[in-house]
């Protein structure tokens, strides 16, 4: 596996570290992970399982708004 050195402010390196234990993993893992999910480009899984899962027979706005009455006025800009 190749092997990469990044240099990181203490701060940092505190974050990663308590992010990494607490996610249960090793820092080299979590920091990968980050990095994945930044320069991914697909869509997560579980983003691609909602497709297609809002209804299509949504009402229009004017449906939703049927009844409600008038807006209150507006002021001006």
């Known amino acids: ?29 979590w920091i990968a992970d980050a990095i994945r999910s930044r320069v991914r480009h697909e869509w997560p899984a579980d983003v691609l399982e909602i497709l297609g899962s809002w209804p ?12 409600m009455g008038d807006d209150a006025p507006r002021e001006e800009l």
């Open 56 to 67: 299509t027979n949504f009402p229009e706005s004017n449906e939703l708004r049927a009844g």
């Open 1 to 29: 596996m190749p092997e990469m050195t990044i240099y990181l402010d203490h701060e940092t390196e505190r974050l990663v570290r308590e992010a990494a234990r607490v996610a249960g993993e090793p820092a080299s893992k």
